[in-house]
């Protein structure tokens, strides 16, 4: 048995000015699947100096690598993907209205009366609907498609943007208490997460940070990824919802998925992977031993980078851990701090621990 | 000249080639490359592969076109009284079959026989209540090929494949109609793109693929850029040609350019060099907006390894994976001439300034 | 077969189907299946996923690299929230209908058991798998057995109706019972190099299979796995029938078997004459996708043994098409393979 070896005592993440600056930077930013480049270049800034390489992939991954030191390090690829659910346009209708299209999974309602950004510069818009006196009682009981809705950036509109452009929900990040509430939560808090671990990187292991692309479209920047980084270990860091909300007749919630204050979220399953149990036990075990309050999220559908990662090349032993969001892929989701911060700690404890015995395990 | 287009494109309508059995096809397509190729060869799945050195210094980068060959139809599941049960190959929308003329490719006998045969269907009296007037399932379509029970027997065995008959006809307005110009229509632009190379100098490898598979989930796509490996792939399908049946924002006009796929399957840098190649020899082209998902081999080769930079260009076509697909002969030579002049002008460092920025 | 050679096939079968194992848990049945084999392989090992790998022989002259793969994972279920009372919800593992899952019996890998009970419906009506629940025994949260992440599987003693073979796990450990039979057979002159890949989590999404076929990296690949039939009452109209002999994949809903492949094994079928039957399968899916799909192509098929009531703790073969079956497979590893043209 490798002796185990201990976290190091200055790694105490907070959330403080400097960094809810970086973490309102990574959130307010627009990075739908297939143009993430303004999330890439806020992490590359960050990183710079600090990494033993980066490079960005033919799909536009971002891969740092972070070397350990001394012997038989294992190579530990974390991947946090960088995009988020938006929208593109695809036509100009003049006078600033723009046609548009979903990217991602967003369900339609969510997007009327919602104010948006589009391109890189930010330009701000709108989606309005028919004002409710000019509607029959038949129309409002119909969802409105998104084919029916449209992007209003005002008379004049047409001069600053195109068709093929991205857009985003419009939502800057504020503190409420003791929660964030932000757009795009999922990922950029994996995102924030994942800048954090490489700064603060263990020197037990090799430190393969994949900030991937088109997680939204299908987990295709971490099929790339790994088979780049070609690691020992895989772990996805994502935000995965809370659905810890009343049930609308009072029956008890048995489908509430994660609960905000519960901690950090540990996978056992999701619809794209079966968490190695080896690894699984390890966050478990470390989370006890730090006194890290955790949760297993609900065995349910949906699914991280691991899907991908797990299946590469004669495989990949992975698992997922998220920070739980509520409201994911609209407007403005919720967070706690507390849970955001434990999913840090329980992440850097865990990596400091982890040795190739990890791996010898037979069940 | 080697290659002539209308005829070339026509043989290749002609013959069957289903997702998996694509010989046929295959073959006439092998006898138009080989005279505009360095060398021919095979993937482990039968997509075929046509390399054109370049001039450059070794080891060259090599650009890859895809193009796939292989065509939707059916497939017997059941002999029943002489007639025979089907399911699909790739995706048919079962109203158009009723009364289709096909070709069931038989191959219990001492030799593989074509059979002619009709899709049809069966008087309402024999059907459902239900199925009487609305659209008949492909569960109740029979296909009849005229051969007495005991025949079909001896002939027809489960899992033999059925293809249509329909021949390709030259349309108004220099188009062209048939079966699976879904995907055979690109395959002709790439031919054209290598009978241009054949006789230009260029600096990058070609390698033209004609792959197997697409119909049923862009096999060919994600195996043969694992073989091939090319620095950057340039991809060639249909797309939704404006006529009946396609008038919304997201069709276009036949005969009016190339849709260039705008979206998360493609690189932006190479869109932004396809535009520009267009731009310069005076190709109209469209943005083709495909926000997520273009639904082709671009998606396989985008992912493959440690991932390809693509680029998606489209040939507008009316009535998809019909027995009648339309396309305009004039997009086909542009899709054509658009690579050509893409692949001469490749500088050796090209991929310097393929950045995501 | 003498008698004596039918009980031992009968006990790998009992032990086999009813060694738990639903995906992502296939350590006892890895352990169950790898110590039958002991002494059959060259070299036997474990992948990063879990997948058995055993390979028999080496590459002779004319000979090639082979791979077979029979997937042990079976459905289960897994807990998703253990309420006040000791009631545990739960998210199938795999293909699970809820009409199976009423009354029956499950075993988790901790070794608690348990029933499965549902909430009251209106008559007639299916209930939803998230309305129903497995009953541990347990009066609250805190004594109960089970977990959230908990894994079971049902449980069902294997059944010998004679000709018929009934067990809940016949899916797939009929094929590992096939492949580990077959590998008894695999004969010193077999030029070939056979990886018999006992596979995991086909299940989900033939996970295993798709890294075992990377490591292996065969030219040619079958996968042997059960395929529905069309010989019940107002059953799906298919081709294979129980007892008509093995069955050669043309295709499925995963893939287009290689027509190679598909040559090979009829000719082989032919040869011994043995029966055998066309499979056209227009749902479903088998490792021989995975194997096709891997590195820059894999020509590869499966071979199927048709059985009823898939996905149920009822599965049934027919005891000849199993032996055949295993007589086909021997067969196409033990001879030099010639796919033909492409």
């Known amino acids: 048995m490798a002796k185990t070896l201990e976290t190091p005592k200055t790694f105490k993440p907070k959330m403080g000015k400097k960094e809810l600056e970086l973490l309102s930077k990574l959130t307010d930013a627009l990075g739908v699947s297939g143009d993430e480049q303004e999330i890439r270049q806020i992490v590359m800034d960050e990183l710079e100096g600090i990494a033993d390489e980066m490079r960005v992939d033919h799909l536009g991954n971002l891969l740092v690598t972070k070397l350990g030191k001394g012997e038989k390090r294992l190579r530990v690829m974390v991947a946090a993907h960088m995009d988020e659910v ?28 919602k104010q ?3 391109g890189r510069d930010h330009v701000p818009g709108i989606i309005g609907a028919k004002a409710i006196h000019l509607t029959t009682p038949e129309e409002r009981k119909q969802t409105l498609p998104v084919t029916q809705l449209r992007i209003d950036l005002g008379p004049g509109g047409s001069a600053k943007a195109k068709p093929g452009d991205r857009a985003t929900f419009a ?50 920047g971490a099929k790339v990824a790994a088979f780049s980084f070609n690691p020992d270990i895989g772990i996805a860091i994502d935000s995965t919802p809370a659905f810890d909300l009343p049930h609308y007749d009072g029956e008890e919630n048995t489908l509430y998925r994660t609960h905000l204050d519960g901690g950090p979220a540990i996978y056992v399953m999701d ?12 966050l478990v075990d470390t989370a006890k031993a730090e006194n890290i309050p955790w949760q297993f999220r609900q065995p349910a559908p949906g699914g991280t980078d691991a899907g991908a990662i797990h299946r590469v090349r004669e495989g990949v032993p992975s698992v997922s851990v998220s920070v739980p969001g509520r409201y994911a892929h609209s407007a403005a989701g919720m967070a706690r701090i507390d849970d955001e911060l434990n999913t840090l700690r329980l992440l850097h404890a865990a990596l400091a621990r982890l040795d190739e015995n990890i791996l010898l395990r037979q069940e | 000249m080697t290659f002539e287009l209308i005829p070339f494109l026509k043989e290749m309508l002609s013959v069957p080639g289903l997702s998996g059995y694509e010989k046929p096809v295959r073959d006439v397509i092998a006898r138009a490359w080989e005279p505009l190729s360095d060398e021919l060869s095979l993937s482990n799945l039968g997509s075929l592969l046509a390399l054109k050195r370049g001039e450059g210094p070794e080891p060259r980068p090599t650009a890859m076109i895809a193009v796939h060959m292989d065509a939707i139809g059916l497939m017997v599941t059941a002999i029943e009284d002489g007639f025979l049960r089907f399911t699909q190959v790739g995706g048919v929308d079962p109203r158009i079959l009723p009364g289709q003329p096909v070709i069931v490719h038989a191959t219990k006998g001492k030799e593989a026989q074509d059979l002619p045969a009709l899709v049809v269907m069966p008087p309402a009296q024999l059907l459902p209540k239900e199925a009487g007037t609305g659209p008949l399932a492909q569960t109740y379509l029979l296909v009849d090929t005229g051969l007495r029970p005991k025949d079909v027997e001896k002939l027809v065995r489960v899992g033999d494949i059925i293809s249509f008959a329909s021949q390709p006809e030259e349309l108004a307005g220099d188009t062209i109609a048939g079966h699976t110009l879904d995907n055979r229509a690109s395959v002709a632009a790439a031919t054209v793109a290598l009978e ?15 792959t197997v598979q697409e119909e049923v989930g862009c096999i060919g796509g994600f195996l043969d850029p694992i073989k091939v490996k090319p620095d950057l792939a340039i991809v060639v399908d249909v797309n939704f040609a404006t006529g009946p049946g396609g008038s919304g924002s997201m069709n276009f006009e036949m005969g009016g350019g190339l849709p260039l796929n705008w979206g998360a399957n493609v690189h932006p840098a190479l869109y932004k060099a396809m535009e520009k190649t267009a731009e310069t020899y005076e190709i109209p082209i469209y943005k083709d907006f495909s926000p997520s998902m273009s639904g082709t081999d671009a998606y396989g080769i985008q992912v493959a390894e440690e991932g390809i930079p693509v680029v998606e260009i489209s040939i507008p076509l009316r009535y998809m994976h019909t027995p009648v697909e339309q396309v305009a002969i004039k997009d086909i030579q542009r899709a054509g001439r658009l690579m050509a002049e893409f692949i001469t002008d490749l500088p050796l460092d090209f991929m310097n300034t393929v950045k995501w920025e | 077969m003498t008698e004596k050679k039918q009980d031992t096939l009968l006990q790998l079968i009992k032990k086999l189907v009813e060694t738990p194992g639903p995906s992502g848990q296939e350590q006892k049945i890895r352990a169950a299946v790898r110590e039958e084999i002991k002494g059959y392989a060259d070299e036997i090992r474990t992948d990063a ?64 058991r348990g029933v499965i009970g549902m909430e009251r419906l209106e008559p007639g009506k299916v209930p939803t798998l998230d309305q129903m629940y497995i009953d541990t025994g347990a009066t609250s949260a805190k004594d109960s057995p089970v977990q959230v992440g908990d894994v079971c599987g049902f449980e069902r003693p294997f059944m010998d109706l004679g000709k018929r073979l009934v067990a809940k796990s016949m899916d797939d450990r009929i094929a590992a019972v096939i492949a580990i039979e077959a590998m008894k057979q695999i004969k010193k002159t077999s030029p070939n190099e056979i990886y018999f890949v006992f596979s995991v989590q086909e299940e989900v999404g033939l996970r295993g299979a798709t890294t075992a076929a990377y490591g292996v990296n065969p030219e040619v690949g079958i996968a042997v796995d059960v395929t529905g039939v069309g010989d019940t009452p107002k059953g799906f109209k298919l081709n294979v029938k129980l007892g008509n002999g093995p069955a050669v994949k043309v295709r499925d809903n995963s893939f287009i078997a290689d027509p190679r492949v598909v040559k090979w094994m009829v000719n082989e079928a032919e040869a011994q004459g043995l029966p ?50 295993i007589k086909l497979l021997a067969g196409l590893l033990n001879n030099k393979i010639e796919l033909g043209e492409l």
Not at chain 3, 55 to 67: F, I, P, Q, T
């Open chain 1, 271 to 282: 619809g794209a992977t079966i968490a190695d149990r080896r690894l699984v036990d390890w």
């Open chain 3, 276 to 325: 055998y039957q066309m499979e056209v399968l227009t749902f479903g899916g088998t490792d021989g996708r995975a194997i096709q799909m891997t590195r820059e192509g894999v020509p590869a098929g499966c071979l199927s043994i048709g059985s009823r009531y898939i996905h149920s703790p009822s599965e049934m073969v027919d005891r000849d098409d199993v032996e055949n079956s």
């Open chain 1, 116 to 118: 948006v950004i589009v």
């Open chain 3, 49 to 112: 996923l879990g997948n058995l790998i055993a390979r028999v022989g080496s590459k002779k002259e004319g000979g090639m690299r082979v791979m077979v793969s029979a997937h042990i994972d079976e459905i289960g279920l897994m807990v998703t929230h253990v309420d006040d009372n000791g009631f545990a919800r739960f998210l199938a593992v795999g293909g699970v209908s809820p009409f199976t899952c009423m009354g029956n019996r499950v075993i988790f890998m901790n070794g608690a």
């Open chain 1, 86 to 113: 938006g929208f593109m346009l695809i036509k100009d209708e003049g006078k600033g209205i723009f046609e548009f299209r979903v990217v991602g999974g967003i369900d339609p309602r969510q997007l009327v009366g």
């Open chain 1, 171 to 220: 939502t800057k990040l504020q503190v409420m208490g003791p929660t964030l509430c932000a757009k795009a939560l999922d990922n950029r808090l994996g995102v924030y997460n994942l800048i954090q671990l490489v700064k603060n990187a263990p020197e037990n292991i090799d430190l393969l940070a994949a900030f991937t692309v088109q997680e939204e479209v299908g987990l295709r």
């Open chain 2, 196 to 210: 241009l190379l054949a006789k230009r100098r260029h600096l990058w490898d070609v390698v033209v693929d004609a």
